[in-house]
């Protein structure tokens, strides 16, 4: 699999990642869809895997948060908890404001407070993986039934796919890949 940055040469992964993830938020680059692929996925690179050309010892960690600028803390805090299970923990609230969340996986969700717009890259998103493509649906008719608005819908037999925009528009993804 081979991606390109912007401005930079291509890069290849091993053969064996067929997926860029981090915990409870894989990423999802197909080659259908998108010819490259952000810097945001290059650090959510598995722990395992590792770009070619680098030093053996060169491996990444998995990530452990995410960073979000929102305008609503309890409108944003409701979305996560109540559609990607950002309620396993108690929330913490930091001196500075920002409001941490927490899922089954050890994954930490920061929301930072913004007066400021926020303004979105098209190809930004991030992602969950579920046991099915039939989870997929289901959570898709969950989305709908709710009013959440749907960005983007997959349904092939080797990829099922749902992207619905956050209250601040972030692009959220939840899919199914067959395993390797």
Not at 15 to 42: K, W
Not at 149 to 160: G, K, L, M, S, T
Request: glycine letters at 6%; hydrophobic letters at 40%.
């Amino acid at each position: 699999m081979q991606r390109t940055l912007s401005g930079d040469r291509p890069f290849r992964l091993r053969s064996e990642t067929t997926a860029l993830f981090l915990p409870g938020f894989p990423m999802f680059p197909r080659s259908t869809r998108a010819a490259s692929c952000s810097l945001l996925s290059v650090v959510v690179i598995r722990q395992k895997s590792m770009l070619i050309g680098a030093p053996a010892r060169a491996r990444f960690a998995p990530m452990e948060h995410l960073a979000l600028a929102v305008s609503d803390q309890k409108r944003s805090r409701r979305f996560y908890e109540t559609y990607f299970g950002f309620d396993a923990h108690p929330p913490r609230r930091y001196d500075d404001g920002v409001l941490m969340l927490y899922n089954r996986d050890g994954f930490s969700l920061a929301l930072g407070p913004t007066d400021e717009p926020i303004r979105l890259p098209a190809f930004l998103h991030f992602g969950v993986r579920l046991p099915s493509p039939e989870a997929v649906r289901e959570f898709r008719k969950r989305l709908a039934a709710d009013g959440i608005p749907i960005a983007e819908e997959w349904d092939e037999p080797e990829y099922v796919s749902v992207k619905c925009r956050d209250p601040d528009g972030y692009v959220v993804e939840a899919a199914w890949e067959p395993s390797n």
